[in-house]
């Protein structure tokens, strides 16, 4: 062996033990090995072309899923150097590739790589250590430079393969299918990561496209689009203006950016005649979903300028008392975004900000700022004051009212609703609840399931109008009351997860609009008053089948229209020769025949008997109550074979914005909603 060699492999046997924990416990630094982790990879990579462009280096960042499921990132930045280090014989392109952590804090010096992800900024060896291979090229001083990593080691030294006049960095990686519960990138989590980085980044346009063959194809309209391209001038500004687009603001958006020793922080709000409150957090891009100083810092300048200046104006009299927080709170979208150099991230996930200084900085900032507009737009002003007193009228009026739902004990002595299907497990480990929607679906379900450990709950369409109406009202409803009893576990003050009675609960609705409609706002419900529930994880939505194709004897579920087509591409059937059957049948087998319609699909079967013809059957479930409760179980309620979405806690932005186009004040965007997200609502994976 040449001493070359040697020294090369004695390298990668280094860049091997060093990436080993990685491998061998993937979780500790992408958190899951799932979906979510998967797609963790992306951001990993995407993060830091959205430093090179937080840095001033770098405006164009672009997404590729490629056709065979590899993901490249590609960026128009400096390019990450390739030259060795001269102390470490390195160069930056390996560093960053092999050695845990380097990202980050790689040039905190000259490189002017000042502010990063701390979160997610366990850097890019990580991805090549979970990825099968990685191809990095780097434009830089005129010349494309290539080197492969195969499993964290490169395979050969840096190579020359052309020249150009741009820069830039551009990787692509192959995440480990032996790693990852799957490996197929969703597009739509991609995009609304994206969107919302390039909200934060403004002036940075970042480009997606999906290169898979076969997905776009035969959808419905609308729906085939496969390339996106994000870019916001106005940064988080246009988010509020994104989040707002279907409610009706009754002031300006109030927009702050401002540069101060301990953080750089950027602030919009505007205020519309919705009831809920909207305030998204982020610290270096990141999404603080707890929350943490910069929220903190935020309302109390809000509460405290609101406040100055009702009472300076006389909105507020002397024997009046200032409006809280929670009054101040109603109709509020915000989007807060602050840059640090070392952001202390605390909190159960990990995501709440927990820097003391970033408070004090972002509420005199904000004071500043609200006090000033407030003075010089007297319109807005007013009406802000108008919509804050009428909160604050409204707390004092309806506080005897909602108290009987909310107050302590309230909900306590009542017995378990007589709707109620209950399990006779008492063990919440082992229990499930299924919130059914439509009692003959409830039927089913109450006749198919375990009774051991599955209770059901059958919900009446009828919780649905509420159109127009505050979601606490909602809760002196009756199916809701009844829900909020058999979970156990009290609402409001009194919330107490201890005593949940189910650690699964599953919501169960129809594959129709209705259906959609109805888990939205079971989503928002939770998302407003059982947040806890989705944080430990305990929220699943069933995922009944879509599909029941038969031909003969034999019979297969599909859960998605490409499952669907798939099935019938393992079966030989070409694809415009099955058509659904618009109703549901029974019927498993139809043999050709002169009675038979050419509604079903045909194949000829040409072993011995080259006339007889085999019906392809596909029936479409369009609700639960189509299925017999022996398929019920089968399909979707069985833990051995169903398949069901848990609920996260960052879907519920979306849900909640969902919520107030379908239940909110303006018709017309909730009528485009419904017609131009019908299919998507439908199979909405959240
Ligand atoms: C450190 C120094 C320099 C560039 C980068 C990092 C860099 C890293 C990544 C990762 C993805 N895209 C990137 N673009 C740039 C260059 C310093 C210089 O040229 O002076």
Not at 108 to 117: C, F, L, P
Not at 122 to 134: C, D, E, F, P
Not at 319 to 343: H, Q, Y
Not at 568 to 585: V, Y
Request: aromatic share 6%; proline share 3%; hydrophobic share 35%.
């Amino acid at each position: 062996m040449s001493e070359k060699k040697q020294k090369y492999s004695a390298s990668s046997i280094q860049v091997l033990k060093g990436l080993e924990p990685v491998r061998k416990r993937p979780g500790m630094y992408i958190g899951t090995t799932d979906v979510r982790g998967l797609h963790h990879l992306v951001w990993e990579v995407v993060d830091n072309s959205i430093d090179e462009a937080m840095a001033g280096h770098c405006d164009r960042i672009m997404l590729s899923i490629n056709e065979d499921g590899s993901l490249t990132v590609a960026d128009n930045g400096r390019g990450i150097p390739v030259d060795k280090h001269k102390a470490t014989g390195i160069s930056a392109l390996e560093t960053v590739l092999t050695v845990l952590h380097a990202g980050g804090k790689f040039g905190g010096d000259a490189s002017g790589y000042k502010v990063s992800g701390g979160l997610h900024g366990v850097g890019v060896s990580v991805v090549n250590a979970l990825s099968t291979k990685i191809v990095a090229e780097i434009r830089r001083e005129g010349k494309v430079y290539r080197q492969e990593y195969k499993v964290g080691v490169a395979q050969g030294k840096i190579e020359v393969v052309g020249e150009t006049k741009s820069t830039g960095t551009s990787i692509t990686f192959w995440p480990d299918k032996s790693v990852f519960e799957t490996i197929e990138f969703d597009m739509q989590t991609i995009i609304t990561r994206c969107r919302q980085q390039a909200y934060l980044t403004k002036g940075v346009t970042i480009a997606i496209e999906d290169k898979r063959k076969g997905r776009y194809e035969g959808k419905i309209a609308g729906d085939n689009t496969h390339k996106y391209a994000f870019y916001f001038e106005g940064g988080v500004q246009s988010y509020v203006s994104h989040l707002n687009q279907n409610k009706e603001a009754i002031a300006d958006v109030i927009y702050i950016e401002k540069d101060v020793p301990e953080c750089k922080i950027e602030i919009a709000m505007q205020y519309t005649h919705a009831y809920n409150e909207n305030i998204i957090t982020f610290a270096n891009n990141i999404h603080t979903t707890e929350g943490g100083m910069h929220l903190t810092g935020f309302r109390s300048a809000l509460t405290r300028s609101i406040n100055n200046y009702a009472r300076s104006k006389g909105f507020l009299k002397d024997k009046d008392d200032n409006m809280t927080t929670e009054d101040v709170r109603e109709g509020l979208t915000a989007v807060i975004s602050v840059k640090l150099g070392d952001p202390q991230f605390e909190g159960q996930t990990k995501s709440k900000l927990g820097n003391p200084e970033v408070r004090s900085a972002v509420e005199s900032a904000f004071n500043e700022k609200l006090t000033e507009y407030l003075g010089e737009n007297p319109n807005d002003a007013k009406a802000i004051m108008a919509k804050g007193m009428l909160a604050s009228r409204a707390r004092l009026a309806s506080r005897a009212a909602r108290d009987t739902v909310l107050r302590k004990g309230a909900l306590e002595g009542m017995t378990l609703p007589g709707k109620l299907a209950d399990c006779t497990s008492r063990d919440p480990a082992v229990s499930e609840l299924y919130i059914v929607e439509g009692d003959s679906a409830g039927g089913s379900a109450k006749q198919g399931r375990d009774r051991f450990t599955q209770a059901i709950l059958p919900l009446r369409g009828k919780i649905l109008n509420v159109e127009q109406a505050r979601l606490d009202r909602m809760l002196g409803n009756n199916e809701i009351k009844a829900l909020i009893i058999a979970l156990g576990t009290g609402i409001g003050e009194t919330f107490d997860l201890e005593r949940i009675r189910y650690k699964r609960v599953v919501i169960m609705t129809d594959a129709d609009v209705d259906g959609a409609h109805i888990r939205t706002l079971l989503l928002t419900l939770f998302y407003r008053y059982f947040k806890p529930m989705i944080e430990a994880g305990y929220l699943y939505i069933a995922q009944p089948p879509l599909y029941k194709v038969s031909k003969g004897k034999k019979s297969e579920y599909a859960f998605s229209d490409d499952a669907k087509e798939k099935i019938l591409e393992e079966w030989g059937i070409p694809l415009d020769d099955s058509s659904e059957s618009g109703e549901a049948t029974e019927n498993d087998t139809a043999l050709g025949g002169a009675d038979n319609q050419g509604e079903e699909g045909e194949i000829s079967e040409m072993e011995g008997k080259p006339t007889k013809k085999t019906r392809v059957n596909i029936q479409r479930y369009k609700g639960l109550g189509e299925m017999n409760p022996d398929q019920l179980w089968e399909t979707t309620m069985d833990p051995e074979r169903r398949s069901m979405f848990k609920v996260k806690v960052e879907d519920a932005e979306m849900a909640d914005a969902i919520f107030d186009t379908l239940m909110g004040s303006e018709v017309l965007p909730r009528r485009k909603f419904i017609q131009t997200h019908a299919k998507k609502v439908k199979n909405l994976d959240i």
